[in-house]
């Protein structure tokens, strides 16, 4: 287990910049989660970690020892592709003990890691097969089986459930967040999946275009996310967003409605802000109250669990996400409020949060 | 359709013996046309060719042409011209194959690299492939001769030969001549073969096996061979069985000499049928070929089947 520091880190293919100066440090034993849009430079980071790539400028340690030369082999890290590269000429056994075997570990030893292993993941069923004879669910089990067997200073997982389809997606991962619990391992895991980033990572990196956007708790991400673009990012259905000016101590929208200007902030007259309304945090009232729009209904998506409900306000089309069922009714009219505490601000010019 | 009909109830074929012996017929009238073309493009002249083996067929004895029954055969066990033929076949067609194989595997393992110009290499590499083997024999004949040609020249101050002279007339080194060219010739065949396996490999396995402790000889033997095995093998026995044919270089250059000592079997087959005109004889000779080949092919198919079957 290690603590990993990444360092004013720059890369380039060619000519073409596609990580700016990243910093980031990944304390011993947390997991993090590198979460963005496809093509933000996640995987082009932990491929870096891993020496995958070279490293354009900046540095990068683990546990103080600075890796930029080392060989991925000496860097005793592993490392759970999105294929799962697993040897396809080799047994799950093989599979799994190939490093060590590399290593010149004893017998006995190889076999109790991959024992132990596979007794975690639920392969030892499978440790004759090759990896042509199993499922997508259980080739993923091997790649991270593959992983374990060395106790790595850290894990690297690159989108490592994309592959598989939704249920199981939720099974493994909810098995890698108890396996981190119970190995508790320096992780870093990349997805594009926002859900994923929420639910397993102790801290999740946000990027965008090459640039680490915010870095903290998944929570804080959400309670306070630090641009327009996290904001947008993180969160199902995602936030409204609704454009407006400053005038004369409210924010007027584009289509003419007012809209309060939240305790505690302070906005210059004219300055073009953007706010964010999270669907689930626009209430349904049952009557006009003070303060209250109302709107007609536009589309109701139930979801099971909960209920999108798309109406036209503030000359956008806004998502409100409510548990009451059977409160919309398609082109009947909605009374709504906004609370002021939940509202998001943030300055179109710099995209940056007020507040 | 057959399946239909075979999944039908038990008690329900209604139809009467002709209606179902035209719907057995039906899809081989469908496809004689098909089956008439290769038959008669394919069989036939094969069918001719073997019986040629046992008549007497000579070009310029027109009372030729009985049936002589294993006579040709008897005479070719005795005949100890295709004995040495044979003998120079295996040499011929397996240090071409192995050859042309190690350096087209090591080209295509270079190709593969990335680097500046790389396009323009691979195609410049694949460029012998183009010339008309004919060409390259007058070619790399005309290389060796020390009057017009280099390579002599080249031994010579290498102290690989006591003087410049043609390796093409000296019965011990003679067959190194066509060996040689065919393995210049042949060497894109399995260049083009294994460069397209080798970019079919996924490349995080090799990242995969980097990360695991695997060196650049570790991961040719674990990840990069058993790869390429199936294509090894199906590109090996198409070009020994190729090989074993291709008699134009050695016509070209040698014409089988000096002293029979680079006359290969086809080789020794095209001799008998142009030169001494007899046909008869060139036909058993092709048909013992052909068999040893035959046989050669399954030998490789079965072997390449059990490969394939453990993976
Ligand atoms: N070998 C390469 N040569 C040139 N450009 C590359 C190379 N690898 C990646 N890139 C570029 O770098 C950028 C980041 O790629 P990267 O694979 O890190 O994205 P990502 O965030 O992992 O996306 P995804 O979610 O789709 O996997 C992309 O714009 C990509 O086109
Ligand atoms: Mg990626």
Redesign the interface.
């Known amino acids: 287990m290690a603590s990993i520091t990444i360092e004013a880190i720059t890369k380039t293919f060619g000519a073409v910049p596609v990580l700016h100066d990243i910093d980031l440090s990944i304390g011993d034993g947390e997991f993090v989660v590198l979460v963005g849009p496809s093509g933000c430079g996640k995987s082009t980071l932990l491929r870096m970690i ?3 790539e070279d490293i354009t400028a900046g540095e990068i340690r683990i546990d103080d020892r600075r890796i930029n030369e080392v ?3 000496d860097r005793d ?3 759970v ?1 999105q ?1 799962y ?1 697993l ?4 047994t799950v056994a093989d599979n799994m003990s ?2 060590l075997k ?2 010149k570990t004893a017998r006995e030893k190889i076999a109790e890691a991959v024992g132990a292993a596979a007794g975690k993941l639920g392969l030892d069923p499978l440790l004759a097969r ?1 990896p ?1 004879a199993l499922s997508g669910g259980q080739r993923q089990r091997v790649a991270m089986g ?1 992983a374990i067997v060395r106790h790595p200073k850290a894990f690297l997982f690159d989108e490592p459930l994309s592959n598989l389809d939704a249920r199981l997606r939720e099974q493994m991962r909810a098995e890698i967040k108890r396996l981190h619990k119970s190995i508790g391992a320096t992780s870093v895991y990349v997805t594009h999946d926002q859900i994923e980033a929420m639910t397993l990572a102790d801290r999740i990196v946000a990027m965008h275009g090459g640039i680490i956007q915010q870095v903290g708790n998944p929570l804080d991400l959400y309670d306070r996310p630090a641009n327009l673009f996290v904001a947008g990012f993180i969160g199902s259905p995602a936030m409204n967003f609704v454009e407006g000016h400053c005038r004369a101590g409210v924010i007027e929208t584009t289509d003419g409605s007012k809209v309060a200007i939240p305790e505690g902030i302070h906005l210059t007259e004219g300055q073009a802000v953007t706010i964010g309304i999270r669907p689930e945090h626009v209430r349904i009232v049952a009557g006009s109250e003070a303060g209250s729009y109302t709107a007609r209904v536009d589309l109701v998506e139930p979801t099971g669990f909960g209920t999108i409900v798309h109406v036209r306000l503030l000359g956008q089309d806004l998502k409100i996400y409510t548990l009451e069922r059977g409160v919309a009714v398609v082109g009947q009219p909605l009374h709504i409020a906004l609370d002021s505490t939940r509202l998001h601000l943030f300055d179109r010019e710099t995209t940056n949060r007020i507040g | 359709m057959t399946s239909f009909s075979a999944a039908a109830p038990p008690n329900g074929d209604r139809r009467t013996p002709m209606q179902r012996l035209a719907a057995r017929l039906e899809p081989w009238l469908y496809s004689a046309p098909v089956l008439i073309l290769i038959v008669a493009i394919m069989l036939v002249p094969l069918a001719l060719g073997v019986s040629y083996a046992f008549r007497d067929i000579k070009l310029l004895n027109p009372f030729s042409g009985g049936f002589v029954g294993l006579k040709h055969f008897r005479e070719l066990a005795s005949d100890s011209a295709f004995r040495g033929a044979l003998i120079n076949t295996l040499w011929w067609t397996f240090s071409s194959v192995i050859l042309q194989f190690l350096f087209g595997l090591i080209l295509a393992l270079l190709l593969n690299q990335p680097f500046k110009g790389r396009a323009l290499a691979q195609a410049l590499c694949f460029l012998p492939w183009a010339v008309p083997s004919f060409l390259s024999g007058l070619d790399w004949a005309w290389m060796f001769n020390p009057v017009v040609g280099p390579i002599p020249h080249w031994l010579y101050a290498l102290g690989i030969m006591s003087e410049p002279s043609n390796i093409l007339s000296d019965p011990k080194t003679a067959m190194w001549g066509p060996i040689v060219a065919n393995v210049w010739w042949g060497i894109p065949f399995f260049a083009i073969t294994m460069l397209a396996a080798l970019q079919a490999i996924p490349k995080d396995l090799y990242e995969a096996a980097e990360i695991d402790g695997a060196g650049p000889i570790e991961r040719f033997r674990s990840i990069t061979v058993p790869f390429l095995a199936p294509t090894m093998a199906i590109s090996i026995l198409l070009r020994t069985v190729w090989i074993a044919n291709f008699a134009d270089l050695i016509i070209v250059m040698t014409n089988g000499g000096p002293a029979d000592r680079t006359q290969i079997v086809a080789s020794y087959i095209f001799t008998q049928a142009f030169r001494r005109l007899d046909f008869g004889y060139a036909s058993a000779i092709a048909l013992v070929l052909l068999v040893l080949l035959l046989a050669y092919s399954m030998l490789i198919v079965v072997l390449r089947q059990t490969m394939l079957s453990r993976h």
Request: glycine share 4%; no cysteine.
């Open positions: 891993a020496g995958l060989a991925p082999k890290i592993a490392m592709f294929s590269a040897y396809p000429h080799m190939y490093s590399l290593r090759r042509k593959r």
